[in-house]
């Protein structure tokens, strides 16, 4: 009796052992983006992104990647709130309609450091306040460079606008309007088919987007000063982030990091190569007047904090009175 006992202990702390030494259960997490796969900030930033967490998770998680083809840009953050998806790429002005926090994102200046948006607070307030209100979390938030007008015609000599029909959205608005032309919002695709057909007069665009978006094909100036930093963010459903072990946690969040710290060189060579591109495609350059060009940047930061504070009030000046507090 004694002997069998024995036995059975030992074939109990055997397969406790074994149990213990498990690997954690593979996980493949739903992906929606905001912009197509062939676009470099997403072959090769947000790929890379995948590939380190696949890769210091020695395969335990991978993604399963969809696009604006699945679910339109603008429409993607509620999806991501409620589950159906685990992780999204996006611009945070996408997300206007449910918090003017994403387009305040883009007017403080702590998102342009990873160090001083850490050291800040601003990274804890952005976390704690997506997982409070909407339950996610951002993974990562970086800008991806300067904003630049494009036009089917030149400024010839304007000093604003001039009620031009420019595509827009959240983000860029404000601009548009201080400088007496007329926002239309609609996402990036269907800005081209509206430029070939004429009824859009010009664009507000990343300057790191123009030749791959192929502008070049439907529009004819790139307008001299570029402006204001434009920002994307990853974000992550937050029970699909807490119901992960530690280990594929740490994995991400440093992956998130890293995008962050090599976000800015990788954004300043794309900026440089599209435009570029987009010269030796036959686009020439604008200018705005010596009287409104030194007024681009200030015009670009308040139409941001003002279309921000359309959406939760309350929320985005808490975080502005943060940033302003952190930068004196």
Same mark, same amino acid.
């Given at each position: 009796m004694k002997q069998r006992f024995s036995y059975a202990l030992a074939a109990a702390v055997a397969f406790a052992a074994a149990s213990f030494i498990q690997p954690a259960e593979a996980e493949t997490l739903r992906s929606i983006r905001a912009f197509p796969q =062939?676009?470099?900030?997403?072959?090769?930033?947000?790929?890379g992104f995948q590939k380190a967490v696949t890769d210091a998770t020695k395969g335990e998680i991978t993604f399963q990647d969809n696009g604006p083809e699945t679910v339109p840009p603008f429409e993607q953050f509620e999806p991501l709130t409620q589950g159906v998806f685990d992780v999204m790429y996006t611009a945070p002005s996408y997300h206007q309609a449910q918090t003017g926090v994403g387009v305040g994102i883009s007017a403080i200046p702590q998102t342009s450091d990873p160090d001083l948006l850490t050291s800040s607070g601003v990274r804890t307030w952005l976390s704690d306040y997506y997982r409070k209100n909407f339950g996610v979390i951002p993974i990562a938030v970086f800008t991806i460079g300067e904003t630049v007008f494009v036009f089917r015609e030149p400024?010839?000599?304007?000093? +604003?606008?001039?009620?031009?029909?420019? +595509? /827009? =959205?959240? /983000?860029?608005?404000?601009?548009? +309007?201080?400088?007496?032309?007329a926002p239309v919002a609609m996402g990036p695709a269907d800005a081209y088919a509206a430029l070939e057909k004429g009824t859009l007069d010009g664009v507000v665009w990343p300057e790191i987007a123009t030749a791959e978006f192929k502008l070049y094909e439907v529009t004819k100036f790139l307008a001299k000063p570029t402006f204001g930093k /434009?920002? =994307?963010?990853? &974000?992550?459903?937050?029970? *699909? &982030?807490? /119901?992960?072990? *530690?280990?594929?946690?740490?994995?991400?969040?440093?992956?998130?990091? *890293?995008?962050?710290h090599d976000a800015k060189a990788f954004f300043a060579k794309q900026a440089e190569d599209e435009t570029k591109l987009m010269v030796e495609n036959g686009v020439g350059f604008t200018e705005f007047s010596a009287e409104v060009a030194p007024q681009l940047e200030k015009l670009y930061v308040e139409g941001q904090r003002e279309i921000a504070a359309r959406s939760r009030p309350d929320d985005v000046k808490a975080l502005f009175e943060l940033s302003d507090k952190a930068v004196k």
């Open positions: =062939n676009l470099k900030q997403i072959s090769v930033l947000y790929t400024l010839a000599g304007e000093t +604003r606008l001039d009620g031009r029909k420019i +595509r /827009s =959205n959240a /983000s860029y608005e404000g601009i548009v +309007r201080a400088l007496g032309g /434009s920002h =994307n963010a990853i &974000f992550m459903n937050a029970a *699909k &982030f807490d /119901s992960l072990p *530690k280990d594929q946690q740490d994995a991400i969040v440093q992956a998130g990091l *890293k995008l962050e």
